[in-house]
């Protein structure tokens, strides 16, 4: 789930996304938040950019960060709204056989597809794919900074 999309220049145009079903990460489904952050993880250290597709009525948005930034993005907006940590601590205690775990767990419940959940697959792997954004399997992680998941 996006709960909140924090203001800043990194973020500019996605900070009405609130409370949204994060459906896939560059094309590979959510199973639930260990399984998001994991791939956010391996992605982020192996990936120029990040795209989370997340359920809209009407149609699945695709908002994309470049890894590149994302350190910098998360500390500045972490040091603005005064968040404590980048990830709540049950996720950052994770071990990396733990993170590895929750990537197999996910590669194990389904097939890597840029989002299928209203109907839309293909648009939205045009679109992903319009992008720049790579849609196969990546091994490793981090967070990132401007958006919020709960």
Same mark, same amino acid.
């Given at each position: 789930?996006?709960?909140?999309?924090?203001?800043?220049?990194?973020?500019? #145009?996605?900070?009405?996304?609130?409370?949204?079903?994060?459906?896939?990460?560059? #094309?590979? &489904?959510?199973?639930?938040?260990?399984?998001?952050?994991?791939?956010?993880?391996?992605?982020?250290?192996?990936?120029?950019?990040?795209?989370? *597709?997340?359920?809209?009525? #009407? #149609?699945?948005?695709?908002?994309?960060?470049?890894?590149?930034?994302?350190?910098?993005?998360?500390?500045?907006?972490?040091?603005?709204?005064?968040?404590?940590?980048?990830?709540?601590? *049950?996720?950052?205690?994770?071990?990396? *056989?733990?993170?590895?775990?929750?990537?197999?767990?996910?590669?194990?419940?389904?097939? &890597?597809?840029?989002? =299928?959940a209203d109907g839309r697959g293909a648009a939205n792997a045009a679109a992903v794919a319009s992008a720049g954004v790579p849609t196969a399997p990546w091994p490793r992680a981090r967070g990132h900074a401007?958006? =919020?998941?709960?």
């Amino acid at each position: 789930m996006l709960s909140r999309c924090f203001p800043s220049t990194a973020t500019a #145009g996605y900070t009405h996304m609130a409370d949204r079903q994060v459906i896939s990460v560059n #094309g590979h &489904p959510v199973l639930n938040l260990r399984h998001m952050y994991a791939l956010v993880h391996q992605l982020h250290a192996t990936s120029d950019f990040i795209a989370f *597709e997340v359920y809209c009525t #009407g #149609g699945n948005a695709i908002v994309t960060t470049r890894t590149s930034t994302a350190d910098e993005t998360r500390a500045l907006t972490m040091s603005l709204y005064r968040i404590p940590a980048p990830a709540a601590q *049950e996720l950052q205690r994770l071990t990396p *056989e733990e993170l590895a775990a929750a990537l197999a767990s996910g590669a194990a419940a389904a097939t &890597p597809v840029a989002g =299928s959940a209203d109907g839309r697959g293909a648009a939205n792997a045009a679109a992903v794919a319009s992008a720049g954004v790579p849609t196969a399997p990546w091994p490793r992680a981090r967070g990132h900074a401007g958006l =919020s998941f709960a």
